[in-house]
């Protein structure tokens, strides 16, 4: 089994930026569970939705429209940690932050019901 620990969010002004990370751990952490990592977020009355997505080797990477530009996803295999950079940030870039990570491939995919370990979220407030 695979445990993801997010750690980074916060309460930060419009226009700054955070860092998250996303520490994993278990007997069982490789490049087979972990193939592909990601962040989802859920602002309230809203859905999960996708945010940014990295392939085992890090060489594949995908963000939503929303993002594209302002945040960067990034890994550290050797330390079993994802990170994403949030830059610019919007007051409608306020949510809880997840990490997912999808076992079984390194195609990177946007698809929340793809992915099999999830952290436990972390917030980000943007304030105006």
């Known amino acids: 089994q695979v445990q993801l620990v997010e750690s980074g969010g916060g309460l930060v002004q419009a226009g700054g930026s955070l860092r998250l990370s996303c520490a994993a751990s278990?007997?069982?952490?490789?490049?087979?569970?972990?193939?592909?990592m990601g962040w989802f977020r859920q602002a309230p009355g809203k859905e999960r939705e996708f945010v940014a997505a990295i392939n085992w080797g890090g060489g594949s990477t995908y963000y939503a429209d929303s993002v594209k530009g302002r945040f960067t996803i990034s890994r550290d295999n050797a330390k079993n940690t994802e990170y994403l950079q949030m830059s610019s940030l919007k007051p409608e870039d306020t949510a809880v932050y997840y990490c997912a990570a999808r076992r079984g491939s390194n195609v990177v995919v946007t698809t929340r019901g793809a992915y099999d370990y999830w952290g436990q979220g972390t917030q980000v407030t943007v304030s105006s």
């Open positions: 278990g007997r069982t952490v490789s490049s087979y569970t972990m193939g592909c």
